[in-house]
């Protein structure tokens, strides 16, 4: 039976338990790695082209070397195929095709051997090193952990975590913050990669979830649940919202989070260098919620448009700079921790485009309808918007109108309908010139006017209709260089929902072969 030589058994042993001490790693592993690089002096003993295998009880730390060979009908090659014949002889029931061991005498190593065998196994081990580092840290993204400054390259901060090593880029530290060797320093997990130089772990001081940990740290309302973090906002290292809500009706969540005298949030301040926070109290209403964002400035009025998440919010003429913040950042913290695009007006900028809308409107009546102005005022101000609205209004609805009667309002209704059709004839012929075909005319639901601003946006067929998305229609909003934009959609100039868009979109599907009525169905059965 082989010994081992190199080094007597228990050593051999020890050596195994020291190594996945001091590196964490299975014992089982540095065995593993042990065989391999014998292995490999092996073959450099007994020749490359020999299968050998060595093995080590992890008991007694003996070392067998056997060498493969296959069970073949005619031997080829000596080194990998022994003949039936012969194996038969070694083991009566092998058949064709099986593997048999043949034990091989323990070698000497040499130098190189030896050598050889050391740099296999700092390579196992360096490997099984790096895997158990992915494998502990890939599942604490989202914590915050401390560590010591290892090493500071090009303005990027190396982090020993002691059982790992990790990274703060540049550009995820806070502004003008500095470190030096051997400094202590917190930072958040947001990424975990494998890499071929071994995994790599990403800090940072600038993630919103950041300032959010370290509130469930100095919280305990938070930590046990009883208040929750709903959104974060922040521009790091200058200010900061943080949305939080209550479960528990008896305790203040905004107050929980200040602590006393402003104990708990002093604590994640300093953590931040200074950074300005505001505690907003969450709502599910969203003008609610949106007018605590925009604290400290006051609002008077908000219009929301949950269509295309925009609000448009009135504030005093005195509380504009306040509610925009210096460069806009008070209205883009909120923007970006309530999700909706927030439009501010004065009361003064108000009153001024309630009065510019009411002219407008009244010239349209008074183009539309052959009405003097007086008359035009009058459906104005008791709220008509559009010729629409007064060609389809029931008649009692005009008659009612201060100074009006039953023939007044007949002939105003009239005069409505006669120059929708107008424009309708007007809109239809426009439609036709820009090449819009009958077939996508006849969709229900698409006035002229959209069919329209439908050719010009170039959608003219059914097809290219059904092949839209209902942002092609409505418009979105995207981010352009950390800005939040708005794109615009074809028929966003139109009162449509996004139910009314889709709704759209699946009917000129059907009518071009894409789905049936059954698909239809399903998808409302399934949406029901």
């Not at 059914?462 to 839209?468: I, P, R």
């Not at 615009?488 to 009518?511: K, N």
Request: net charge negative.
């Amino acid at each position: 039976m082989a010994q081992a030589v190199s080094a007597n058994r228990l050593e051999l042993l020890q050596i195994a338990d020291a190594v996945a001490r001091e590196k964490s790693i299975d014992r089982e592993v540095v065995l593993e790695a042990m065989a391999e690089a014998i292995q490999k002096a092996a073959r450099s003993r007994y020749g490359v082209e020999n299968e050998i295998r060595a093995r080590i009880n992890p008991s007694t730390g003996e070392i067998r070397l056997v060498r493969l060979l296959e069970v073949v009908e005619q031997v080829e090659t000596d080194a990998v195929e022994i003949a039936l014949e012969d194996a038969q002889r070694l083991n009566p029931e092998v058949a064709m095709g099986d593997l048999i061991e043949d034990e091989l005498p323990p070698i000497e190593f040499g130098r190189i051997a030896a050598q050889t065998a050391k740099q296999v196994i700092v390579q196992k081990v360096r490997d099984a090193e790096r895997e158990r580092q992915y494998d502990e840290f890939k599942d604490r993204i989202g914590e915050v952990v401390n560590g010591s400054v290892k090493r500071v390259e090009y303005g990027n901060v190396i982090v020993d975590l002691g059982r790992g090593e990790a990274i703060v880029r540049r550009d995820e530290l806070l502004p003008r913050e500095t470190f030096r060797n051997s400094d202590r320093i917190r930072a958040y997990i947001y990424d975990v990669r494998r890499e071929q130089r071994g995994p790599q772990i990403f800090l940072s001081r600038t993630h919103p979830q950041f300032m959010s940990r370290l509130f469930t740290q100095e919280v305990p309302e938070i930590y046990d649940g009883i208040i929750e973090v709903k959104a974060v906002a922040r521009d790091s290292g200058s200010r900061a919202k943080i949305a939080v809500r209550s479960n528990d009706t008896a305790i203040d969540p905004v107050g929980a989070c200040v602590g006393m005298r402003g104990s708990r949030v002093q604590a994640v301040v300093n953590e931040l260098q200074g950074e300005k926070i505001d505690i907003i109290q969450w709502s599910d209403e969203p003008a609610t919620f949106i007018v605590n964002a925009l604290a400290p400035a006051e609002v008077v009025k908000v219009v929301l448009d949950e269509d295309t998440q925009r609000i448009e919010v009135v504030v005093p003429d005195d509380q504009l700079s306040l509610a925009i913040g210096r460069r806009g950042q008070n209205v883009r913290l909120a923007s970006q921790l309530t999700g909706w695009d927030i439009d501010i007006l004065t009361e003064a900028e108000e009153s001024d485009r309630r009065q510019a809308e009411f002219a407008q409107r009244t010239a349209i009546f008074i183009d539309a309808l052959d009405v003097d102005e007086m008359i035009a005022q009058l459906l104005a101000s008791e709220g008509f918007t559009s010729i629409e609205d007064v060609a389809y209004v029931a008649l009692d609805e005009i008659a009612e109108i201060e100074g009006f009667d039953a023939d007044t309002a007949q002939e105003i209704q009239n005069r409505a309908l006669d120059f929708i059709d107008r424009m309708n004839a007007e809109l239809d012929s426009r439609r036709v010139e820009l090449g819009v075909t009958d077939e996508l005319a006849e969709l229900p639901g698409l006035t002229s006017a959209m069919l329209v601003a439908l050719g010009e946006d170039d959608i003219k067929t059914v097809e290219d209709f059904a092949g839209c998305v209902a942002d092609d229609l409505l418009g979105w909003t995207e981010s352009v260089d950390g800005e939040r934009k708005r794109m615009a959609g074809s028929l966003e100039s139109f009162e449509l929902s996004a139910a009314d868009a889709d709704a759209l979109i699946m009917q000129a599907r059907l009518l071009a072969g894409w789905v049936t009525q059954e698909d239809l169905d399903e998808m409302a059965a399934a949406n029901s």
